[in-house]
DNA sequence: TCTTTGTTGAACACCGCTGTACGAGTTACT
DNA sequence: AGTAACTCGTACAGCGGTGTTCAACAAAGA
């Protein structure tokens, strides 16, 4: 029988292990516990190791963030529609851009992409979806148009890091960039 | 006085860390000096700290490849000498990407983009060229342009290092994207 | 109430890394 | 030939992290 008790340990722990994180990908477990106001060895004793804490935060992070991006409104114009999927995505991004860092270092190849997979289908209807209007160019691999926007919000959030880049300005910046990039070439 | 001896040390120092931090970010001093043919303690003795070895190990790459750059003819149709540079970035930022990495969480903040001023410099001229004979765009900052380039470039890395994209259609899907990014939109 | 499930801090072993010290040996330069 | 510069391996101290053990204690749930 999981005790309710524990239960709520396990959900404050998974919290804290957002929130370090996302300060700082290279939080340590002890900097995590405290944060969730448990002693250390509670929480090894939920998470065997701290890479099943790290995918535990990533795979949440991903859930709540797939929730926001489900609430977008998809229909009419493909490039409006993808002008909203792309501001909703890059406050996600800017948010958790230091535990995908973490999650980077730490989960084995390819755990990030089969996480990003819901997430990533949305993107992939709208576009093609656009493409079938001939409004998206058609001479490049969807996957690579994908990963394109995906880069270029995490480089804006790299940017904004290092203080080149004012952050107001940035989803500005992302959407058009991104318009541009997926504009059939003029013939 | 220097020996000749000692200058030699140095020198295959600087090789062997910039090719044990191109192949693994987190390589260890240790690693570095096995990889040079010279004890660990000889390395201390030439480089105080891991950091300053990092720093030598980046600084010499971006001499190197800014001497490749170098090489690159900028002159006539921007679009075009844009497509040669960037695919000549490219082949460096491929090159590298690992060594970036461990420049970032090693160098201060500031000390990378500053020992890019050289490239950097480049590539603004020609994007200036550019804006001014009209091929691209104005509507955003050159700075933006520029830090674009570069982060497509390295989401590009990412994708072969993650097995999902194939080397040999990186250079293509890179120049026809940054181009299409930096083409004026239609009115 | 009473048993099961959780929690706790302190202590420990372990790991790999960085940086230092030492003493003996080797090599370049004059 | 002689001196200063350099190199070597080994050994050590320190750090910060991970993961485990233990023994005492607290609380949920039937």
Redesign the pocket.
């Given at each position: 029988?999981?005790?309710?008790?524990?239960q709520r340990?396990i959900n404050a722990i998974a919290t804290a292990a957002v929130d370090c994180l996302s300060r700082d990908p290279?939080a340590?477990?002890?900097d995590i516990a405290k944060a969730a106001?448990?002693?250390?060895?509670?929480l090894?004793?939920?998470f065997?190791?701290?890479?099943d804490l790290v995918d535990a935060a990533f795979a949440r992070a991903i859930e709540d963030g797939d929730a926001l991006l489900g609430a977008v409104d998809l229909d009419g114009d493909p490039r409006a529609a993808l002008t909203r999927l792309v501001d909703a995505s890059w406050e996600l991004v800017n948010r958790f851009r230091s535990l995908l860092l973490a999650a980077q270092h730490t989960l084995p190849p390819g755990r990030i992409q089969a996480l990003h997979e819901g997430p990533a289908d949305r993107m992939r209807r709208l576009l093609e979806r656009g493409r079938a209007e001939g409004v998206f160019r058609t001479d490049l691999p969807t996957s690579w148009l994908i990963s394109t926007m995906q880069h270029v919000m995490h480089g804006a959030a790299d940017e904004i890091n290092a203080g080149r880049l004012d952050a107001r300005d940035a989803a500005r910046y992302i959407s058009t960039t991104v318009l541009a990039a997926l504009t059939p070439p003029a013939v």
């Amino acid at each position: 029988m999981v005790r309710a008790d524990a239960q709520r340990n396990i959900n404050a722990i998974a919290t804290a292990a957002v929130d370090c994180l996302s300060r700082d990908p290279d939080a340590s477990v002890a900097d995590i516990a405290k944060a969730a106001g448990v002693g250390r060895v509670t929480l090894y004793g939920h998470f065997p190791s701290r890479a099943d804490l790290v995918d535990a935060a990533f795979a949440r992070a991903i859930e709540d963030g797939d929730a926001l991006l489900g609430a977008v409104d998809l229909d009419g114009d493909p490039r409006a529609a993808l002008t909203r999927l792309v501001d909703a995505s890059w406050e996600l991004v800017n948010r958790f851009r230091s535990l995908l860092l973490a999650a980077q270092h730490t989960l084995p190849p390819g755990r990030i992409q089969a996480l990003h997979e819901g997430p990533a289908d949305r993107m992939r209807r709208l576009l093609e979806r656009g493409r079938a209007e001939g409004v998206f160019r058609t001479d490049l691999p969807t996957s690579w148009l994908i990963s394109t926007m995906q880069h270029v919000m995490h480089g804006a959030a790299d940017e904004i890091n290092a203080g080149r880049l004012d952050a107001r300005d940035a989803a500005r910046y992302i959407s058009t960039t991104v318009l541009a990039a997926l504009t059939p070439p003029a013939v």
